[in-house]
Structure formats: structure tokens, C-alpha cells
């Protein structure tokens, strides 16, 4: 992945206008945005580039500004089903900011874009300098990993129902 170049200040108000979209952010006010887009970045992607590997040490998520990101899991050596396709204002790797385990699926470019990261280090300084707006962005990870995780149960049930 490549970073993007722009001027500091010109990223800084990019990256600001980019949160205001994604629904981990939406409740954090103007200087909560300002903090939390100190510590991101944006990122190029190129098309078929691979972001991430299953079984990967993950310390980052990202979130898709432009472009489409598909979600890969490895059947066996040679087989790879695509579990999910992601758009704009969609993110990918959200538990990698939280815990210590590999990445759980690859995660490849579909279409080019442009990705904005936030790193588990830079979490960790949002949590630690700045507790009001990491807790902000802790509860909106765990919204959305909630909401996830209800999907899949119902997905789960929905499959299971015809075997009972």
C-alpha cells in the first residue's frame, strides 16, 4: 500500500471529511474528529493488491474512502471463496485494533481506491491521551461489531433451519 501525498494541513481536513461519513464516528463532535484524524492515514490501493493475508498478525483497520475491497477465505491451498464485497464508508480488520489474533480472512482490492488506516498504536494513543474520544470510538467498534455479529447469527440460523 502507498501512503497518499498531500500537504499536512490539506490531509488533516480530508481525512476529517471522511470520519464525518463512517458510522464509528458519528458520534464524535468536531475536536474528536480533529484528535482522531491525527492518527490516521490515508492510503492508495492499487487493483487485485492484496491489504491483508489470512493468518496475519493484524494491527490496523481500514476504512474504504474510494474503491471496493473484497473479503477472501482460504478453502485449502488452491481454493478461495469471496465472503463479502465492501464499498465506500465500509472498514475491514475492526478487531485487529482490539486483540492480538492473525486476520481471520485476506483482504484483497477489487476495484483501485484509496483506504484510511488507523493502526492499533494509534488507538492506543487516542485511548490513552485522549480517553473522552477513545471511548467514543471504542463504543462505536463495538456497535458495529455487535451489529456484525448479528448478521452473522442470522445468517447462521437462516442456513440452519432447513437441517432441523
Do not use: W
Not at 492518527?39 to 483497520?61: A, H, P
Not at 467514543?136 to 448479528?150: D, M, T, V
Amino acid at each position: 500500500m502507498n501512503q497518499k501525498k498531500h500537504p499536512a494541513s490539506k490531509t488533516s481536513e480530508i481525512i476529517i471529511d471522511q470520519l464525518i461519513n463512517l458510522p464509528i464516528f458519528d458520534s464524535l463532535d468536531s475536536d474528536d474528529l480533529r484528535i482522531a484524524s491525527k492518527f490516521m492515514t490515508l492510503m492508495d490501493v492499487k487493483k487485485d493488491e492484496i491489504i491483508f493475508k489470512e493468518g496475519d498478525r493484524g494491527n490496523y483497520v481500514c476504512f474504504v474512502i474510494e474503491g471496493t475491497l473484497e473479503v477472501v477465505k482460504g478453502v485449502d491451498t488452491t481454493h478461495q471463496v469471496v465472503i463479502a464485497t465492501l464499498g465506500r464508508n465500509r472498514s475491514i480488520g475492526e478487531m485487529a485494533v482490539i486483540d492480538d489474533f492473525p486476520r481471520s480472512a485476506s483482504v484483497r482490492a477489487r476495484k483501485a481506491g484509496t483506504l484510511l488506516i488507523l493502526t492499533r498504536q494509534g488507538f492506543d494513543r487516542i485511548l490513552e491521551d485522549y480517553p473522552r474520544t477513545g471511548v467514543k470510538i471504542l463504543k462505536g467498534l463495538a456497535r458495529l461489531l455487535s451489529q456484525n455479529l448479528r448478521k452473522t447469527s442470522s445468517r447462521l440460523a437462516d442456513y440452519m433451519l432447513p437441517l432441523s
